[in-house]
C-alpha cells in the first residue's frame, strides 16, 4: 500500500449550494491526507459524460448529468495511505440511507440523486479521472506533516 495512492473527490453542485465545502474539506485535511489539486468548475455535459461513460444506459443517467451540470462542483485531488478506499469509505455509501452516520453522506445527505460528494471507486479510474479533470496536472510539494501521520 502506498502512500502516495490518489484518488479523485468531487463535491457536486448540491454540496456547493449547500455550503458543505469546506466541512468536507475538512474530513480530508483532519484524517491526513494531503490536497495537490483543487478547482471550482461548471462542468459541460459533454464532460460529465466522459467521467460517467460507465453508467451510460442506466435508467438514471440523464438525471444525473442535469443534475451535475446544474451549477459548480469542487474538483480536487487527495494523496496518502489507501487513498482510494478510505476515501470511499469516508463519503459512505452510494444511497446516504445506507451510509453510516460519521460519514460524509452519511452525516449530510438523504437521497441518493443528491449525494453531495464524489469518490473514484478504484485506482485506475481514479487515474483516469485524475486526467479528465486535471489535464494540466496536479501540484507536487511537500508537506511538513508528512513524518507525523507516516511512520
Ligand atoms: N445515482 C442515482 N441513482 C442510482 C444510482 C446512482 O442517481 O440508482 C447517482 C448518484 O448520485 C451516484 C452517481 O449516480 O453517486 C454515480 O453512481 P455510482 O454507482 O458510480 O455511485 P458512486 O460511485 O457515486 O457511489
Ligand atoms: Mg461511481
Not at 459524460?49 to 487527495?78: C, Q, R, T
Not at 478510505?86 to 452519511?106: E, W
Not at 469518490?119 to 508528512?146: M, N, R
Request: hydrophobic share 40%; with cysteine.
Amino acid at each position: 500500500m502506498s502512500t502516495t495512492e490518489r484518488t479523485y473527490i468531487m463535491i457536486k453542485p448540491d454540496g456547493v449550494q449547500r455550503g458543505l465545502v469546506g466541512k468536507i474539506i475538512q474530513r480530508f485535511e483532519e484524517r491526513g491526507y494531503k490536497l495537490i489539486a483543487m478547482k471550482l468548475v461548471q462542468p459541460t455535459e459533454q464532460h460529465l459524460e466522459n467521467h460517467y461513460a460507465d453508467l451510460k444506459g442506466k435508467p438514471f443517467f440523464p438525471g444525473l448529468i442535469k443534475y451535475m451540470a446544474s451549477g459548480p462542483v469542487v474538483a480536487m485531488v487527495w494523496q496518502g495511505l489507501d487513498a482510494v478506499k478510505t476515501g470511499r469509505a469516508m463519503l459512505g455509501a452510494t444511497n446516504p440511507l445506507q451510509s453510516p452516520v460519521g460519514s460524509i453522506r452519511g452525516d449530510f445527505c438523504l437521497a441518493v440523486g443528491r449525494n453531495i460528494c464524489h469518490g473514484s471507486d478504484s485506482v485506475e479510474s481514479a487515474e483516469k479521472e485524475i486526467k479528465l479533470w486535471f489535464p494540466e496536472g496536479v501540484v507536487q510539494y511537500t508537506s511538513a506533516l508528512e513524518s507525523w501521520i507516516f511512520e
